[in-house]
């Protein structure tokens, strides 16, 4: 929020001074909670562990201790537990019909009025009309979104309209080495089932 604000007060030509009490909030040891620890999920741990972030996850089957001790991450078999100590909480599952709308209101009143919900998974994980009336009702701090439900959201979407609310157009993976990497690795797939070898990606390991 406040880099998409930030920029524009910065280009702006109304701009005269920089104000000194526009404040963000600190990532560095800050808790953050993620639902869906799979390989993506992992990968944030990893990442957040290097902003000596306190790391909390929610999944379906609990990672085995060496894993967890490699990020320091601590398991939550409630996420309701992890929702109210996180904040920033993000979402990395698979949209499936247990995890459709996921997070709703009930899920959102219970996160800290101080917290980030942050998106990377699919937009129907979230109950969006749940989500603009607790970004309205400042029942959560802001949200950050890769994804919405539908890819783009129609114009007039109040979404759209909330200050504490920054939407991508579903970049996660976009940079020229992780479409080269996806390609390479759909290919070595291919050639592995043509040639009667074990597939390196399985989507569903017999």
């Known amino acids: 929020m406040y880099l998409h604000a930030g920029c524009q007060i910065a280009m702006s030509p109304d701009t005269k001074h920089f104000a000194v ?3 963000g909030v600190e990532v560095t040891r800050a808790t953050l909670g993620i639902i869906g620890m799979g390989s993506i999920g992992y990968k944030v741990a ?3 562990r290097a902003f000596n972030m306190t790391i909390l996850y929610h999944n379906r089957n609990r990672r085995r201790k060496e894993e967890e001790e490699a990020v320091g991450a601590q398991y ?3 996420m309701e537990d992890l929702l109210q100590q996180s904040d920033f909480v993000m979402l990395v599952v698979n949209l499936t019909p247990e995890t459709h709308k996921l997070i709703g209101k009930k899920e959102l009143g219970l996160m800290k009025p101080t917290a980030t919900l ?4 699919r937009g129907a994980v979230i109950d969006q009309d749940a989500l603009v009336e607790a970004l309205q009702n400042k029942v959560i701090r802001a949200a950050a979104l890769d994804v919405t439900y539908p890819e783009p959201l129609p114009r007039d979407h109040p979404l759209l309209n909330l200050n504490n609310v920054i ?7 976009a940079t020229v080495q992780a ?3 996806m390609a390479e690795e759909a290919i070595a797939n291919m050639l ?6 074990p597939i390196p990606s399985e989507v569903f390991p017999k």
């Open 21 to 23: 009490n526009w404040l």
């Open 46 to 48: 990893q990442r957040a």
């Open 76 to 78: 939550c078999a409630k």
């Open 118 to 121: 942050i998106n990377i998974s």
């Open 167 to 173: 939407i991508t157009p579903h970049i996660g993976t």
């Open 192 to 197: 592995a089932v043509l040639n009667g070898q």
């Open 179 to 181: 479409l080269r990497m």
